[in-house]
């Protein structure tokens, strides 16, 4: 059987949801791929109870999976799988919490997108329960205090928002909301020694700040293009360009407004970057002069203006991102033909054969290979005054990026599908050693903390026979890796619907 390519979309999506929520809900989430539905309609279609059904809607809503509208006679549900397609970046997300607010900033995110929506006082409360039970490396000492100064840094941070009108369809419409609410610390204290109160801020809700994760995945993929093609220097300057950006711009604008070379050495000056303060005319020039033109500059008054163009940065990335995929697959030679149909815009065979200095037979094969994998498009060159007759029309090549793109971002859900099934088979097909590991290494903790002697230690350790520990090992070997690959291709889909975001 032929499965569509675009189909995988859909599958990768009815993956996610089984894996993070059941079966049941990813049957509604299934039914609700194929349009915007109402309860009885929904009930009709999957045969499942109304009881059911509403626990499932209920998940859907609190996750912003599922939106709803009230018209005239019922509510209508409608699916939205661009946010369910972010689950596959929450680990990268956490990461960002960890990075920029610690360690407490990491449990407390990963708390929130947990539960979808959630209290500040109850994330205060279940991060110090954690922290309590797995004590943290971090320097502060646990203390409500301390951890409510972390829920306000990642409020700071955008990095969570009031969740004002979750479950309506004018949620994305909406102004994002940072205001903190009073919390009552000695409530919070009074709950965690075991005391039955309603919190002050009970019915204030907070939710994850998609948006600006997307924006810091985005910078960070910019960071590092300029970090691997010149030096750390150039990736810092980049980074605080972005950084003056925000300050007059439109976060999701195509180009930045006008930055003064004024304002970017103020910002040089804070850092602990001699190299860099002491030579940014010359990295300005190198940024402002590279072919990738990720910044321009646009006038000279005050020593200059710089723009950071984030419309081209992601061209020029997708570009770069396309000619290694093609290296990849069809080899160096065949990116050489690549890159020559890109740059010459429209060539005929004969040029190809030229101009790409490869040998006439294996360049047709290469383009035609290329052409054949829908990497480079062909079109018919009609002489004018020509007749009609059998004779042989030219060809030239060109590109469709817009195409490529498409294709690339399709194949990238079939390879996620493809991992997540592979990885959920390894699991599966070893799940008996892994409950028998754990159960080893329960024993053997429980035996070590009742002052077991190093002979019953080895013991309880021998009963993972030397064959199966191997198996295991092996198996968990692939797993990681599956898991890695997961991450890059994830990545790669990122940049490539970034593409689209500006395009």
């Not at 710089?306 to 396309?322: E, G, H, I, P």
């Amino acid at each position: 059987m032929v499965i569509n390519m675009k189909d995988f979309y859909n599958k990768l999506c009815l993956l996610l949801l089984e894996e993070y929520f059941g079966s049941i809900v990813q049957c509604i989430g299934n039914n609700l791929m194929y349009g915007t539905k109402t309860l009885g309609a929904i009930h009709f279609e999957t045969n499942l109870s109304i009881a059911k059904i509403k626990e499932a809607l209920c998940v859907l809503i609190k996750y912003g999976f599922v939106t709803y509208k009230q018209n005239e006679e019922n509510v209508e549900y409608t699916l939205h799988q661009n946010k369910i397609i972010m689950l596959l970046r929450y680990p990268r997300y956490i990461l960002f919490a960890k990075t920029y607010c610690g360690d407490e900033g990491e449990i407390m995110l990963e708390e929130v997108l947990k539960h979808g929506y959630i209290a500040a006082s109850e994330v205060i409360i279940k991060t110090y329960k954690r922290i309590e039970q797995t004590p943290s490396k971090s320097v502060e000492p646990l203390s409500i205090p301390n951890l409510k100064k972390v829920f306000e840094l990642l409020v700071k941070n955008q990095f969570l928002m009031h969740s004002t009108s979750f479950d309506t369809m004018t949620e994305d419409t909406e102004k994002p909301d940072y205001n903190l609410p009073d919390l009552d610390l000695a409530a919070i204290s009074n709950v965690l020694e075991g005391e039955n109160i309603e919190l002050s801020d009970s019915k204030i809700y907070w939710k994850v700040n998609f948006d600006r994760f997307t924006q810091d995945l985005r910078d960070q993929i910019v960071i590092s293009a300029m970090t691997k093609r010149f030096d750390k220097n150039a990736g810092e300057l980049m980074r605080q360009l972005i950084n003056l950006m925000y300050l007059r711009t439109a976060s999701w604008a195509a180009t930045s407004n006008p930055i003064p070379y004024t304002e970017i050495k103020e910002e040089v000056k804070k850092l602990n970057y001699e190299d860099l303060e002491h030579f940014l005319d010359q990295y300005l020039r190198l940024l402002e002069e590279d072919s990738t033109q990720f910044i321009k500059r646009v006038g000279d008054s005050g020593g200059g203006q710089y723009s950071v163009d984030m419309k081209n940065a992601f061209k020029q990335l997708t570009w770069a991102t396309l000619e290694h995929i093609v290296t990849e697959r069809f080899g160096s030679k065949a990116a050489r033909i690549f890159r020559l149909v890109r740059i010459e815009i429209d060539v005929n065979l004969e040029q190809i054969q030229n101009l790409a200095m490869i040998p006439a037979k294996e360049a047709k094969f290469l383009t035609y290979t290329l052409s054949r994998e829908n990497y480079i498009q062909t079109e018919e060159m009609k002489k004018s005054g020509t007749s009609s007759g059998p004779a042989k029309a030219p060809y030239r090549f060109c590109i469709d990026l817009t195409k490529i793109v498409e294709m690339e971002i399709e194949h990238c859900y079939q390879a996620l599908y493809n991992i997540i099934k592979r990885r959920d088979h390894e699991s599966t097909s070893n799940k008996r050693m892994i409950e028998k590991q754990l159960r080893v290494q329960i024993l053997s903790a429980n035996l070590k903390e009742h002052g077991a002697t190093e002979q019953q230690l080895a013991d309880i350790a021998e009963m993972m026979t030397p064959s199966e520990t191997e198996q295991l090992e092996k198996a968990q070997n692939a797993i990681k890796k599956l898991a890695a690959t997961e991450l890059q291709i994830d990545e790669t889909l990122f940049l490539l619907t970034m593409y689209f975001r500006y395009h």
